[in-house]
Structures are given as C-alpha cells and as structure tokens.
C-alpha cells in the first residue's frame, strides 16, 4: 500500500513559477511510475506528467501537450518523493492536482493504482 501526500500548491502569479512535491510511503518508490493530474472546476481530469522508474533512477518521461517546455517532471527515489516544476503558468493551468503510482508506465489516470489527496494551484492573470 502506497500513501501519496501533495505539497506546494498555492496561488502563483501568470507567468511565475511553483513547485510542487508528492511525498510517498509505504511500498518501493522506486519501483513505481507516478503521474500528476489535474482537474479545473467543471471539467474532467486529465493527464499532466508521468515519469517511469529504472534500475539508474528516472525512466520515460511524458507530458501533455499543453504543459510540454513549461513544467518538469522529476523524481527523488532517495527522498520518495516526485515534483512538478511548473514555469510560465497561465491560468489555464489552474486546478487541484493530484499525483498517482501505477506498477508501470502509463498517462492514463484509471490505470493508476495510488492516488493522493491534491494541492490546489490558483494562477492569477
């Protein structure tokens, strides 16, 4: 069983930059794929970022379209915990987000196993 606690939300303005931290415990971190995913008021949740694991640490790596050369995605096996560097936001990119550990790759969010509570990211214009 894997425990996932998000961190960092806040308001940040249009433009700035913010980092958010998914802390994990219980399981093998390292062995887990996570993801970030979010959800605007009145629209459906969808797929952010999602980095794989390996034997060397970080393993595939993927973004959304919208959020490609703007957000990073990274991950600390030491630390068990995975960010997401969010540069240039709009308000667009407003919302709770949320991460998740899937037993392997993957950007779609029901076949995650594991998800936290979720931060809210409030971007003003």
């Known amino acids: 069983q894997v425990q996932l606690v998000e961190s960092g939300g806040g308001l940040v303005q249009a433009g700035g930059s913010l980092r958010l931290s998914c802390a994990a415990s219980?399981?093998?971190?390292?062995?887990?794929?996570m993801g970030w995913f979010r959800r605007a008021p009145g629209k459906e949740r969808e797929f952010v970022a999602a980095?794989?694991?390996?034997?060397?640490?970080?393993?595939?790596?993927s973004y959304a379209d919208s959020v490609k050369g703007r957000f990073t995605i990274s991950r600390d096996n030491a630390k068990k915990t995975v960010y997401l560097d969010m540069n240039s936001p709009s308000t667009e990119d407003a919302g709770v987000y949320s991460c998740?550990?899937?037993?392997?790759?993957?950007?779609?969010?029901?076949?995650?196993?594991?998800w936290g509570q979720g931060t809210q990211v409030t971007v003003s214009s």
């Open positions: 980095i794989g694991w390996s034997y060397w640490g970080s393993g595939t790596i």
């Open positions: 219980g399981g093998t971190f390292s062995r887990y794929a």
């Open positions: 998740a550990a899937a037993a392997s790759f993957t950007t779609t969010a029901n076949t995650y196993d594991y």
